[in-house]
Every structure is written in structure tokens, then in C-alpha cells.
């Protein structure tokens, strides 16, 4: 599916973002994604910006550190890829935010170490000490309830369509059907929306997503998560890497455009905000040992210690 500039920016959610969007005289003209350097130029950046700072590193899960699969549950994390992440979570914290539900992250990857975020960040757990849910997320819940019997009603025989049902939203996968399906399923999703005022459409990579209606994704999940872990350290101190493949990422990689660095892990080509590409969960791999042996070693960034205990509100200014 071709991706113009105007579905970037449509799959922003609305609303008061003051906490999680950087301001809008910051944010960077949209750019292709093969228009970007390979992220192996990011280097020489990193080895002069990483010392002094505070290192954060958030990863989306499917197509990022697993490759994308026909189904879920087909999507593993490869044993390689958990050692990395191991090494990784030892030298700076480590967040993975996906839109699977947060405990079936954590089964995937199964790391103590690192923090999780699921359901685009309406669910965050890390390190035992804070917690999140949102609360308009759970409002929402009934009405997501109802959608999904909807759905299943008059999906079910759709060949190729499946439904994932997640703590927070109901997905409609559909990479394994004829184009020819995708108007009707369009439509009935569009039918269900309009009686539940409640809900909205997010679309991913051969996905649609009925969601709760608030402000809310993986952008602002990423800079919660960087209020819990920094309480009241200085914007300019801070130094968060996101890299992420679909267009729910679009969110993280605008809030660290100008924070730090986005890395997009696509072979395709679309607008996007990251600074840099990578084309594969493999490449993802050496950059991140990379990352590992020639920076975070060589060059100590300033120490997080322990997680903070401070908890942001949805509408802590991120400035």
C-alpha cells in the first residue's frame, strides 16, 4: 500500500499534545524513507553526542526486532536478538512499545531489564516501580467489547481477515486477503465506528486498528516513559533513540526528531520522520551491537541510576 505524507500525519491522534509532541517550528519537513541515510552514518553523531548524556532506547516489536509474519504468534523473537538486548539493557534503559498487548511482549521476550508498553502505550509497565494504564483507555473498554462481536459477525467469512483481539483495541489483520475484500471491510468498519463515538481507526501495515478515541499513542507513551525515568532532568541531557517500521512509529519518531534520533526499519519507501533507515530486525541487530561495542562501551553516558519514581501525568509539559 502507497503511503502519501497526508496518512502520516492522519494517523497523529488529536487532541491537547503540549506534553508529547516537540512544537510544531521543530518538527522537520517530512522525508522518503530511501531518500535517508543508512543508519551506519549515525555514528559519528552518536560518538560525540552520547557522552554527558543519558541514553534511552525504545524499539517497536513486529518488523523491528522480529520480522513481520502472516500470523502473531508466528512472530518470534530470535535468541540472538534477546542476547543483544540483554547487553543493551545493562548499559541504558531499554522500552519496547508495541501494539501487541504488554504481557504478550513480555512472553515474547522474556528480559526483566527492559520496560514494556503495550497496546501503543496504553499499558506500561517497567522495572516494578511505576505502572500505567489510561484511564480513558479504560473507559473504553465496553464499547471495543462490542465492536469486536460486530466485527467477528460479519468478517467471519472473509477469507484471509482475522481478528486479534488486545486488551485496548481490536485488530483487523488483513495481509493474507484479495485487495478485492478490502472495500467491504472498510465499510463494515466504518458501519461500527459510526455507532460507537467512542472508538477510532488506526491503520498499520496490512492492519486496521479500532482504538479507544484519546490522545494517545506510541509517541506519547515514549515521552511518559521518559518523564518516569528522568523526573527532573533537563531536556538537553536526555538522548532517546526510537526505531520502528510501521506507520503507528510515525508518532515516536516525530517526538524524537528533534530530542534525539529516528531510525525507520523499512525496505519500502514512504514519508516518514525518522532521521536514518535500517531495512530488517537483522540490521537492527548489528546497529544495535554496534551501538553496544563502539559507543555506549568506549563513551560513558551520564548514568540514569535507578528508574525514578516519578510518575507523569498525561499533561506533563515535555519541554
Not at 486498528?209 to 499513542?217: I, M, N, T, Y
Amino acid at each position: 500500500m502507497e503511503v502519501g505524507a497526508d496518512e502520516i500525519e492522519r494517523v497523529q491522534v488529536s487532541g491537547d499534545s503540549r506534553s508529547i509532541q516537540p512544537a510544531q517550528n521543530e518538527v522537520k519537513p517530512l522525508q522518503t524513507i530511501q531518500a535517508l541515510p543508512h543508519a551506519s552514518q549515525a555514528f559519528a553523531r552518536l560518538l560525540q553526542e552520547v557522552p554527558g548524556k543519558a541514553v534511552a532506547i525504545f524499539l517497536d516489536y513486529d518488523g523491528t526486532l522480529s520480522p513481520l509474519a502472516d500470523q502473531p504468534e508466528q512472530a518470534e523473537l530470535a535468541p540472538a536478538m534477546r542476547t543483544t538486548l540483554r547487553r543493551l539493557a545493562v548499559r541504558c534503559p531499554v522500552g519496547i512499545i508495541s501494539g501487541r498487548d504488554r504481557e504478550d511482549v513480555e512472553r515474547l521476550v522474556q528480559l526483566d531489564s527492559v520496560i514494556y508498553a503495550g497496546c501503543h502505550g496504553f499499558d506500561i509497565m517497567g522495572s516494578k516501580r511505576y505502572r500505567f494504564r489510561h484511564e480513558e483507555g479504560v473507559h473504553a473498554l465496553p464499547a471495543l467489547r462490542q465492536a469486536e462481536v460486530q466485527l467477528r459477525r460479519h468478517l467471519q467469512g472473509v477469507e484471509g481477515v482475522f481478528l486479534e483481539q488486545k486488551k485496548f483495541s481490536v485488530a483487523v489483520h488483513y495481509r493474507l486477503t484479495h485487495s478485492q475484500n478490502l472495500p467491504m471491510v472498510q465499510e463494515v468498519i466504518e458501519s461500527i465506528l459510526a455507532h460507537q463515538p467512542h472508538l477510532q481507526k488506526i491503520e498499520g501495515l496490512c492492519v486496521y486498528e479500532l482504538r479507544p478515541r484519546v490522545a494517545w499513542d506510541k509517541g506519547a507513551a515514549l515521552w511518559w516513559i521518559l518523564q518516569a525515568l528522568s523526573g527532573q532532568r533537563q531536556r538537553e541531557e536526555v538522548l532517546p533513540l526510537y526505531l520502528g517500521d510501521d506507520l503507528t512509529d510515525e508518532a515516536a519518531l516525530r517526538v524524537v526528531q528533534e530530542r534525539g534520533l529516528g531510525i525507520v526499519v523499512n525496505e519500502g519507501d514512504r514519508p516518514t520522520y525518522a532521521q536514518y533507515r535500517l531495512a530488517s530486525p537483522d540490521e537492527v541487530k548489528l546497529f544495535l551491537d554496534r551501538l553496544c561495542d563502539e559507543v555506549l562501551d568506549q563513551h560513558i553516558s551520564r548514568d540514569w541510576g535507578e528508574f525514578q519514581t516519578h510518575e507523569p501525568s498525561v499533561t506533563d509539559e515535555g519541554g
